[in-house]
């Protein structure tokens, strides 16, 4: 994704399948590659709408808050653990783990 301008979001945390090990993402063209290549479960509904999000900011049609947001309802919709001051709205799934 070297060839696609970035966009910069406020920062995302989120936990990895390794314990205790936690995963920070900055932009657009991070949470993308997360997306694409690194997301650690099944793909559903609010998977395919983060991808759409995330393209439509990197082409400059919707702000990077826009993905961002998306991003979080994908991880939440998958049980990926989202910190706290991360969740849409600050609240969380109630799951508080990842999925594998």
Known sequence: MDDVP???IRWIAIATQKLGVSRT???VNGLAEYLL???PVEHGGEHLMAQKACLRALQGKVQGDTARKAFVRACEEAGIFIFPEDRVG???TGKGK???
């Open 6 to 8: 970035d966009v910069q």
């Open 37 to 39: 290549r690194d997301w």
């Open 90 to 92: 600050g609240r969380g």
């Open 25 to 27: 993402l900055t932009s």
């Open 98 to 100: 990842t999925k594998r």
